[in-house]
């Protein structure tokens, strides 16, 4: 997980947002909670409340909230 993707949560703990699908055909952002086992200058290495092949915010998280519906764009 890149570093840029990580935010504080409560009482130590660490949160990504991944993005999931809602029952319209839409997409939202929800909150997860992880735990760092290791951190380079670049990359987390996590585990928790995430699955390989979840979709996750990478960067901007200081700029989401949890329960916000997104789009998804490639790069």
Same mark, same amino acid.
């Given at each position: 997980? !890149? $570093?840029? +993707? $990580?935010?504080? @949560? $409560? =009482? @130590?703990?660490?949160?990504?947002? %991944?993005? &999931? !699908? /809602? %029952?319209? @055909? +839409?997409?939202?952002?929800? =909150?997860?909670?992880? *735990? &760092?086992?290791? %951190? /380079?200058?670049?990359?987390?290495?996590?585990?928790?409340?995430?699955? /390989? +092949?979840? =979709? &996750?915010? %990478?960067? +901007?998280?200081? =700029?989401?909230?949890? @329960?916000?519906?997104? /789009? $998804?764009? *490639?790069?």
């Amino acid at each position: 997980m !890149p $570093l840029t +993707g $990580l935010t504080d @949560g $409560l =009482r @130590g703990t660490w949160n990504i947002y %991944a993005i &999931v !699908p /809602d %029952a319209e @055909g +839409g997409q939202f952002v929800s =909150r997860r909670s992880i *735990q &760092v086992h290791y %951190a /380079d200058e670049q990359k987390a290495y996590v585990s928790g409340a995430i699955n /390989d +092949g979840d =979709r &996750v915010v %990478a960067d +901007g998280v200081h =700029r989401i909230v949890s @329960g916000q519906h997104v /789009d $998804l764009v *490639q790069e």
